[in-house]
């Protein structure tokens, strides 16, 4: 870790009201490009979970009751402090999770540009007057914070996922404990490292980093003191903690996994669409919950898109992301990448052909080749499951109609994009796909400004935008009354 220009970014333990806290154990942090261990961090426990809770909730009545400018300045101390150190928090970002460096630093612009956007909503909560039924009263709507946030995030955005849901719940004014992924805790702890320099009071944002994931999320699911849980990870873990949440009832956020269909029509700019699907399929080595999973091509220009595709597949490059120029880092871990071998295999035993790829670099890495495989059905594993990997599955559709029947039959609603430049079809396409965002001669949508979030088992609330502040506020109503002479 010697070319941290700042070493204090790389930090050891949890942090909780304000201190960097022991624990008994510790585990390593390893670096999916090498195995080489980066980091050493002390393994927290339930009971500690708890203490960050405590700590949020004795922070939160005096954090609820400042001006929101003045956690708008917070905010924005945190935000210059990230953009300040994006080299190293970039440089500690690729070097846990294996991301291309370029993509590291473009993933904490991405984390601190939700700062900045929740530091001036916060100024923005607006209340509400109904007119009254009668004379002698008023109504008044007011917003106030939820109270303490527990959040879960995963490896993929290790500094984004933290970002998106601390800066909103920040700007509300609650506090918030998150327990951040075994696999890429660093980057979590770098961000409480440069909060606490931006003077966020002790207490408002914690972080439990620890290997047993079951129970602090119990813990953070279960206790009566958090009012909301927000999560990011997988459909099945979410379903599993919403149900934890049901016993006291409080407000959950579910960002869940995806299954994003990229359509493209014959009438499409198929140049533009290639350049949409590169960027839609292979950022973070396919490991995106938006990376497009199936890709739908009309038949008559199926042969030409693919030969496009080919030849800009053929000039990714695939190494360690602190390499100049790397395209595609390594897969998280050797599970990731058996995963990606499994569904390969076993889509083409159902009939899919492997044009390219397929296979890993070298037998022991984690570095997996980019694959295109043709001829894929919607009934394969390749086309229900995430994939989360760098492969491309290709299936063709005759009409406009058996597209978007197709883009449908799954159980998730992410994201899904389409290509095409018939304004009529655009309008048709747009309503009909059952998906939270649609990305429409676009393969990138995600930003602060925009409301992110699913439909279907892929979850529920949103993160970002004028929206994103509700999830982490209540309404109140006011009734005045008593008012005639
Ligand atoms: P995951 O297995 O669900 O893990 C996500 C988080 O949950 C991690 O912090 C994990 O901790 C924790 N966790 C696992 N089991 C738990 C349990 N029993 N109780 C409490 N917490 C538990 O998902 P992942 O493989 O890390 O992440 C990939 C998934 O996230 C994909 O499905 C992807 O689509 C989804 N995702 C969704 C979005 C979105 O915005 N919709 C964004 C990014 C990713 P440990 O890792 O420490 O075990």
């Known amino acids: ?120 909503e916060a100024k923005r909560v607006y209340g509400d007057t109904i007119p009254a039924k009668s004379n002698d009263q008023r109504i008044i709507v007011i917003k106030q914070p939820v109270g303490v946030v527990a959040a879960i995030t995963p490896w993929n955005f290790p500094n984004a996922m933290i970002a998106r849901k601390a800066a909103a719940a920040l700007a509300a004014g609650c506090t918030f404990v998150v327990k951040p992924a075994q696999l890429t805790p660093l980057s979590a702890l770098a961000m409480a490292e440069l909060a606490d320099r931006a003077g966020i009071p002790a207490g408002v944002f914690n972080v439990v980093v620890s290997t047993d994931a079951k129970a602090i999320g119990k813990v953070l699911t279960e206790d009566p003191r958090v009012a909301k849980f927000s999560f990011t990870g997988s459909t099945k873990i979410g379903k599993q903690l919403a149900k934890q949440c049901a016993g006291t009832v409080k407000r959950v956020s579910l960002e869940l996994g995806g299954n994003a269909p ?82 390969i295999s076993t889509a083409v035993t159902q009939g899919a052909q492997l044009k390219c790829g397929g296979k890993r670099q070298s037998d022991n890495s984690l570095f997996y080749l980019p694959t295109v495989l043709s001829k894929v059905t919607n009934q394969m594993d390749i086309a229900q499951q995430e994939i989360f990997g760098p492969v491309v599955a290709l299936q063709s559709f005759s009409d406009e109609t ?72 209540d309404i109140k109503y006011l009734c005045l009354g008593g008012l005639d002479k």
């Not at 080595?285 to 595709?309: I, P, S, W």
């Not at 880092?329 to 058996?338: D, H, Q, S, W």
């Open 262 to 343: 990229f359509l493209v029509f014959a009438d499409a700019d198929l140049d533009a669409a290639v350049d949409g699907l590169m960027a839609s399929k292979f950022r973070n080595a396919g490991q995106t919950c938006v990376c497009t999973n199936r890709v739908l091509v009309a038949e008559n220009v199926l042969d030409e898109f693919t030969t496009k595709l080919q030849q800009a597949i053929s000039k990714l490059k695939i190494g360690d992301g602190t390499y100049d120029e790397v395209d595609i880092g390594p897969l998280i871990n050797t599970e990731a990448c058996t995963k990606v071998d499994e569904l």
């Open 402 to 473: 058996q597209a978007i029947q197709l883009a449908n039959a799954t159980e998730f609603g992410l994201a899904a994009y389409f290509y095409s430049r018939d304004i009529g079809r655009i309008w048709r396409v747009a309503e009909a796909l059952q998906y939270g965002m649609v990305g429409i001669n676009e393969g990138m949508v995600s930003n602060p400004t925009a409301p992110f979030g699913g439909v279907k088992q892929s979850g529920y609330g949103r993160e970002g935008s004028k929206y994103g502040l509700d999830d982490y506020m």
């Open 1 to 120: 870790m010697g070319k941290l220009q700042d070493q204090a970014l790389l930090k050891h333990s949890s942090y909780w009201q304000g201190n960097w806290q022991s624990a008994e154990r510790s585990f390593n942090v390893t670096n999916p490009a090498n195995g080489e261990i980066i980091g050493t961090v002390a393994d927290a426990t339930a009971a500690d979970a708890e203490k960050a809770v405590a700590a949020a909730d004795t922070a939160l009545s005096d954090w609820a009751a400042r001006p929101a400018a003045e956690r708008a300045k917070f905010l924005m101390r945190w935000q210059q402090l990230m953009l300040q150190h994006q080299d190293d928090l970039g440089l500690l970002l690729t070097l846990e999770q294996g991301k291309p460096l370029a993509e590291a630093k473009g993933e904490i612009a991405y984390g601190a540009s939700y700062l900045e956007w929740f530091a001036e």
